[in-house]
């Protein structure tokens, strides 16, 4: 018999560095699950990942055991690894802060393409650029897809 899904928990945190201070610990500990447990399988699985922002959903049930997904990292932060950027515009229809091009994109939509919900590369690099818009981060060229 399957066991019972008590909620889910989503969470930000960066690869290899899950601990018990916030927000891992008060997020774990408020519904009664195990959080050095958690902490230990997290950075074991995500030890490749060092450093990176990876979004983790947390599947606990009613008898306090857990299971977790975890997710490629947001394709606004890859966006600003690409484009060398700390920060998005304060102002993006106004102020640019960057320029990437179309394969720059491309490598992005097909790393994300498994959490979003499109099904062709093409479909991913649209929403891929939208984000980067909406951060200030201009796209040369003319998009590369079956026009």
Known sequence: MA????GLIKLQIKGG???????????LGSKGINIMEFCKQFNARTQDKAGKVLPVIITYYADKSFDFVIKTPPVAIQLMEV??????SAEPNRKKVAEITWEQVRT???DK???LNCFTVEAAM??????????GIAVKGEFPGNN
């Not at 484009?83 to 998005?88: D, E, I, L, S």
């Not at 649209?126 to 951060?135: L, N």
């Open 17 to 27: 560095a899950a601990n018990p201070s916030p927000p891992v610990g008060p997020a």
């Open 108 to 110: 992005i939509a097909q």
């Open 113 to 115: 393409l498994v959490d």
């Open 3 to 6: 066991k019972e899904v008590a």
């Open 83 to 88: 484009a060398k950027v700390k920060t998005g």
């Open 126 to 135: 649209t929403m891929v650029a939208g984000t980067a818009r909406s951060m």
